[in-house]
């Protein structure tokens, strides 16, 4: 089968791509800039472009699947349809190709791929030899978002989004949190929680969900579907290789799982102790010439922003830990905004370098970013600053970072890009 990505380069379309190579298909596809994952792509044996205009799509392709980015009528899609190609988005695509593995399933508003990470490590480890597809890279898996492997079980980190995990047919359900996300796509805190309901009622009759009992919410969700629920809040925490309650309580579900597959529980401890992180996850990438360490993470949300600035100052202390935030969108800004005002109380300075818009048609407002500023000041008792621009920043950086400093780049934008530039330094 030949088949076209279009938004290959995507976390998750990258990872469809590449296991599609590996199953023998041959793999085309485009994005609008080059990056190191399409790189590996390449290096694999894919055809990448890195032009969108509709151009690129062979009359003779068998599927068309783009990511969630790209609209209806982007130039691609259009061009699909004139060729009457099979189209789907990338989760339908995922779905197709897992419908038949015993498929573990991870979701939740945070915390899915730290959590898909530790149970695909543990996995790999005890022997079961899954398949993975996971929003991150990790070291277990060479560096690559997906594995391949030669049981029937497939890992899977389900997104939420706009409704795509209902695409997906799974075995098991891991339930991270459910504080809500993506009001771009669901109307209500109710018609979020509704959306995981449904997913959960598509699990067999056999199937569980496994979640924290000590959360109301994920409780009250998890059962509502009439699911056997599995509380993982009876497992340890244990320590990890990397710092943070909110990763202790996510290799509860990890440990509960391990539990309910049968596997040794000394054995999946040890194998969690060793679980070291992933790409973009309270990722330290280094230090740079100055002394200064320097941190990435993909946090988006008031509760991750929280959760990992408390990892922060419990790994690093009494040093002054510099956030440079990039919100992701205006619209999640806006419908966030007062929890996102309270989230930075573990930083010493915030800096505020733009707003990444990842989607103009999802955009229903624009955030002042200096009223943004003065209310975070007032909120979380922490110095917050007007990076005006990722440059501007980067020189105000370079102007006033001090020795022992960790700073951390954070949000799902194009943000990671100044975590490199400032290792230079």
Request: glycine content about 8%.
């Amino acid at each position: 089968m030949k088949i076209y990505c279009s938004g290959i380069g995507g976390i998750g379309l990258s990872a469809y791509a590449a296991l599609q190579a590996a199953n023998g298909h041959e793999v085309l596809g485009s994005d609008r800039s080059d990056s190191a994952l399409l790189e590996d792509l390449r290096s694999q044996g894919i055809t990448v472009f890195l032009n969108q205009d509709g151009s690129m799509i062979p009359h003779d392709c068998d599927l068309f699947v783009h990511s969630e980015a790209i609209p209806a009528d982007a130039p691609e899609r259009v061009r699909a349809r004139e060729f009457n190609i099979s189209s789907q988005s990338y989760f339908h695509a995922l779905g197709e190709v897992s419908r038949d593995a015993f498929v573990i399933a991870v979701c939740g508003t945070h915390g899915k791929s730290s959590t898909t990470a530790m149970v695909a490590r543990m996995l790999i480890e005890a022997g079961k030899d899954p398949s993975v597809v996971v929003g991150t890279k990790m070291p277990e898996l060479e560096g690559r978002n997906w594995r391949k492997g030669k049981s029937d079980i497939f890992v899977v980190e389900a997104c939420e989004y706009r409704r795509s995990f209902h695409f997906l047919s799974p075995d098991i359900a891991l339930l991270t949190t459910v504080d809500g996300d993506h009001f771009d796509a669901f109307s209500s805190m109710e018609d979020y929680h509704e959306a995981f309901v449904t997913f959960f009622k598509r699990l067999p009759h056999e199937g569980v969900i496994i979640t924290h009992g000590s959360d109301a919410e994920c409780l009250r969700v998890a059962e509502s579907s009439g699911k056997k629920v599995i509380d993982a809040d009876t497992q340890p925490l244990i320590p990890l290789s990397v710092p943070g309650l909110h990763m202790r309580q996510n290799a509860r579900l990890a440990l509960s799982l391990a539990e309910h597959l049968g596997i040794d529980a000394a054995q999946a401890q040890e194998m969690l102790h060793g679980f070291s992180g992933t790409w973009r996850r309270m990722e330290v990438k280094g230090t740079g010439k100055k002394g200064i360490t320097v941190v990435d993470d993909y946090a988006h949300h008031p509760k991750e922003i929280a959760a990992t600035l408390s990892a922060m100052r419990e790994q690093f202390g009494g040093r002054r830990i510099v956030c440079v935030f990039q919100p992701h969108t205006h619209d999640r800004t806006l419908k966030l905004y007062d929890d996102f005002t309270k989230s930075f109380s573990d930083a010493d300075l915030v800096i505020i370098p733009n707003i990444y818009v990842a989607r103009s048609d999802i955009e229903t407002g624009t955030v002042d970013v200096q009223t943004f500023i003065a209310d975070m000041a007032a909120h979380s008792k922490t110095e917050c600053v007007d990076g005006k621009s990722i440059d501007e920043t980067f020189a105000m950086l370079k102007k006033t970072a001090k020795k022992d400093d960790v700073i951390i780049t954070m949000g799902a934008g194009d943000i990671t890009k100044l975590s490199d530039r400032l290792l230079e330094q």
